[in-house]
């Protein structure tokens, strides 16, 4: 009964958030002065993102099915205002242009709609910016294409992942990113190629994504991020190999000191983990009768890197819970119930791991203690029925229109601990609730109320105008979205949860057959000699100290240093068949 892991849906939920992180560093004026003013950190030149506004008629309007004539008199007032960084007249006036109430050709059009973006981001109304920006990365002919992709990679430090500022890169193609590759944009090559082989890993274009996230070196900040993604493609790929190096460049680029990258400790413990599970999936094939071979050896090296996973991550458990299932598949009953006990400790009183009894009761099974298996089924049962039962009627309550909604407000209300759930189920619904691509869900709603907020403190002017309207229908409208995504996305983890549990106890259910029949053949067979055979005991997990450990048997006490390092010695009740 092998562990049936999810892991790469995991680590994409709980890793690179991809990118909380890059909502950091957001910067607006600095006495006064725009952020393009200031030297990047390191003595490095800052990347002008303006720099690509100087020609209107440069180059670029050729590239398209329209070109730009001469302005009118009202959009050269707008581009004017612009460039007085007058941002909310020139806005007001810029939008005039681009619906055609000024009379400018198409051309013209499509270079205010392109200007209005900017003067949007720099009033920072960044989600009505980028919905502009989106729309001028659809359509591969508009005067300012080329244009938008420094704007889409500046937008990606300033809204969170469920913005999909990645899917509006994708509109881009790998030699459309590769003209940045030169000295003074070599920042932003970099992050153009992490942002588009997201995409390609979108899309399950693993091999096109995994040479993107090839193109970004040591000196990026999206290194470590770029790395991590090209591991799990490689995973999709059923490549083991070079998925372990590309998680291993991770490790060895934080012991090199690497800098830039948000919570060292988290990817270290990613990088582990994700090095484990990789080499444990490698480590099980199928023999030409379909019967699983296990090969020790990577079975072994898995161990040692889910051994690296800091006691302190938030990974710790999952660790010692999958180690328990590469233990159990290496016949090493005692270290597999070990970690069992520990996880199981008081210690961790809101985790959540129904299947660690699942796995207690095989071990009991395939070692012929039969009575001590069918207790322990017969315990998980007791408890997790009515659980199962709370959390389908939880879940009824959230169905017809306006369910996400609804979920998303019970999300919230889970999150703040004012969801009146019961103490049986609150902790289990709130591990359900609390991955990480839901939190920046949440995040992401936070962000467009913060962008309302400063809607309502812009000049009543900018407010009333026809810009006005635009941004806040906008902003409004990207709320009521995000809200119904993040309430789907939390009803969909909710519901998975509860069909695990349902997977765990029609497991217990079977465990129970398997020990009827195998007690009655034992029955049969005994009758069948005409005697009661005398069984030979064995015994897996001789303890033998060390210099360095010494044997402290469990009297019902935990002690916190030895949680990791419990040992259960099993007597195996099945006859030798000597």
Same mark, same amino acid.
């Given at each position: 009964?092998?562990?049936?892991?999810?892991?790469?849906?995991?680590?994409?939920?709980?890793?690179?958030?991809?990118?909380?992180?890059?909502? @950091?560093?957001?910067?607006?004026?600095?006495? !006064?002065?725009?952020?393009?003013?200031?030297?990047?950190? !390191? !003595?490095?030149?800052?990347?002008?993102?303006?720099?690509?506004?100087?020609?209107?008629?440069?180059?670029?309007?050729?590239? /398209?099915?329209?070109?730009a004539g001469e302005m009118t008199e009202a959009a050269a007032q707008a581009k004017r205002l612009f460039d007085q960084e007058r941002w909310g007249e020139s806005a007001m006036m810029?939008? +005039?242009?681009?619906? /055609?109430?000024? %009379?400018?050709?198409?051309?013209?059009? $499509?270079?205010?709609?392109?200007?209005?973006?900017?003067?949007?981001?720099?009033?920072?109304?960044? @989600?009505?910016?980028?919905?502009?920006?989106?729309?001028?990365?659809?359509?591969?002919?508009?005067?300012?294409?080329?244009?938008?992709?420094?704007?889409?990679?500046?937008?990606?430090? $300033?809204?969170?992942?469920?913005?999909?500022?990645?899917?509006?890169?994708?509109?881009?193609?790998?030699? $459309?990113?590769?003209?940045?590759?030169?000295? +003074? @944009?070599?920042d932003l090559y970099f992050q153009l190629n992490y942002l588009l082989g997201r995409s390609m890993y979108r899309q399950r274009e693993f091999q096109q994504g995994i040479d993107l996230f090839s193109n970004v070196k040591k000196e990026s900040p999206y290194f470590v991020k770029s790395q991590f993604f090209m591991g799990i493609s490689y995973v999709q790929l059923t490549k083991s190999a070079p998925a372990v190096r590309a998680f291993q460049r991770i490790i060895d680029a934080l012991d090199e000191g690497i800098e830039g990258v948000e919570d060292e400790a988290r990817m270290r413990d990613l990088a582990n983990l994700s090095i484990a599970r990789t080499l444990y999936s490698a480590s099980t094939k199928l023999d030409q009768n379909n019967v699983p071979k296990i090969d020790g050896q990577k079975i072994g090296y898995a161990v040692q890197y889910w051994n @690296?996973?800091?006691?302190?991550?938030?990974?710790?458990?999952?660790?010692?819970?999958?180690?328990?299932?590469?233990?159990?598949?290496?016949?090493?009953?005692?270290?597999?119930?070990g970690n069992v006990h520990t996880i199981q400790s008081p210690y961790f009183?809101?985790?959540?791991?129904?299947?660690?009894?699942?796995?207690?009761?095989?071990?009991?099974?395939?070692?012929? =203690?039969?009575?001590?298996?069918?207790?322990i089924v017969a315990k998980f049962q007791t408890r997790y029925e009515p659980i199962q039962k709370e959390l389908n009627a939880i879940l009824k309550r959230?169905? !017809?229109?306006?369910?996400? =909604?609804?979920?998303?407000?019970?999300?919230?209300?889970?999150?703040?601990?004012?969801?009146?759930?019961?103490?049986?189920?609150?902790?289990?619904?709130?591990?359900?609730?609390?991955?990480?691509?839901?939190?920046?869900?949440?995040?992401?709603?936070?962000?467009?109320?913060?962008?309302?907020?400063?809607?309502?403190?812009?000049?009543?002017?900018? =407010? %009333?105008?026809?810009?006005?309207?635009?941004?806040?229908?906008?902003?409004?409208?990207?709320?009521?979205?995000?809200? *119904?995504?993040?309430?789907?996305?939390?009803? *969909?983890?909710?519901?998975?949860?509860?069909?695990?549990?349902g997977e765990h106890l029609r497991s217990a259910q079977k465990i129970i057959v398997d020990i009827t029949n195998a007690q009655r053949k034992k029955l049969d067979e005994e009758i069948e000699a005409g005697r009661w055979s005398q069984e030979d005991a064995y015994e897996f997990g001789q303890v033998k100290p060390d210099e360095e450990h010494v044997i402290w048997p469990f009297a019902d006490e935990y002690w916190r240093d030895e949680l990791g390092f419990y040992r259960q010695v099993m007597q195996s009740q099945c006859g030798s068949g000597k």
């Amino acid at each position: 009964m092998a562990k049936s892991y999810r892991w790469l849906l995991v680590a994409l939920s709980l890793s690179l958030g991809a990118t909380t992180a890059e909502a @950091q560093g957001r910067r607006g004026k600095k006495n !006064g002065k725009d952020e393009k003013s200031a030297p990047a950190k !390191g !003595g490095k030149k800052t990347i002008d993102l303006d720099a690509a506004e100087g020609d209107d008629k440069g180059k670029a309007e050729d590239d /398209g099915p329209v070109t730009a004539g001469e302005m009118t008199e009202a959009a050269a007032q707008a581009k004017r205002l612009f460039d007085q960084e007058r941002w909310g007249e020139s806005a007001m006036m810029l939008k +005039q242009v681009v619906d /055609g109430e000024t %009379n400018d050709d198409a051309g013209n059009r $499509q270079i205010a709609q392109y200007h209005l973006a900017i003067a949007l981001y720099r009033l920072k109304f960044f @989600q009505a910016s980028y919905d502009i920006f989106r729309r001028v990365a659809d359509n591969p002919n508009h005067l300012k294409f080329k244009e938008t992709l420094l704007w889409l990679a500046k937008l990606a430090t $300033q809204l969170p992942e469920p913005a999909d500022i990645i899917g509006a890169v994708g509109k881009y193609s790998k030699d $459309q990113v590769a003209r940045f590759n030169n000295d +003074q @944009q070599r920042d932003l090559y970099f992050q153009l190629n992490y942002l588009l082989g997201r995409s390609m890993y979108r899309q399950r274009e693993f091999q096109q994504g995994i040479d993107l996230f090839s193109n970004v070196k040591k000196e990026s900040p999206y290194f470590v991020k770029s790395q991590f993604f090209m591991g799990i493609s490689y995973v999709q790929l059923t490549k083991s190999a070079p998925a372990v190096r590309a998680f291993q460049r991770i490790i060895d680029a934080l012991d090199e000191g690497i800098e830039g990258v948000e919570d060292e400790a988290r990817m270290r413990d990613l990088a582990n983990l994700s090095i484990a599970r990789t080499l444990y999936s490698a480590s099980t094939k199928l023999d030409q009768n379909n019967v699983p071979k296990i090969d020790g050896q990577k079975i072994g090296y898995a161990v040692q890197y889910w051994n @690296q996973v800091d006691v302190a991550s938030e990974y710790w458990l999952d660790a010692l819970f999958e180690q328990s299932w590469a233990y159990f598949m290496a016949s090493d009953f005692p270290r597999a119930l070990g970690n069992v006990h520990t996880i199981q400790s008081p210690y961790f009183p809101n985790s959540f791991y129904p299947e660690a009894d699942i796995l207690r009761a095989v071990i009991y099974f395939m070692t012929c =203690q039969y009575d001590d298996a069918t207790s322990i089924v017969a315990k998980f049962q007791t408890r997790y029925e009515p659980i199962q039962k709370e959390l389908n009627a939880i879940l009824k309550r959230f169905e !017809g229109e306006g369910s996400e =909604q609804k979920f998303y407000e019970f999300l919230i209300a889970v999150r703040d601990g004012k969801a009146n759930l019961s103490p049986a189920v609150e902790p289990i619904v709130k591990i359900a609730l609390s991955d990480r691509e839901l939190l920046r869900n949440i995040e992401y709603v936070a962000v467009l109320d913060q962008e309302l907020e400063r809607f309502g403190t812009a000049n009543k002017g900018f =407010q %009333n105008s026809p810009v006005g309207a635009d941004v806040e229908d906008n902003v409004k409208l990207a709320k009521t979205n995000a809200i *119904r995504k993040a309430g789907e996305l939390a009803r *969909r983890r909710y519901r998975r949860n509860l069909t695990e549990l349902g997977e765990h106890l029609r497991s217990a259910q079977k465990i129970i057959v398997d020990i009827t029949n195998a007690q009655r053949k034992k029955l049969d067979e005994e009758i069948e000699a005409g005697r009661w055979s005398q069984e030979d005991a064995y015994e897996f997990g001789q303890v033998k100290p060390d210099e360095e450990h010494v044997i402290w048997p469990f009297a019902d006490e935990y002690w916190r240093d030895e949680l990791g390092f419990y040992r259960q010695v099993m007597q195996s009740q099945c006859g030798s068949g000597k």
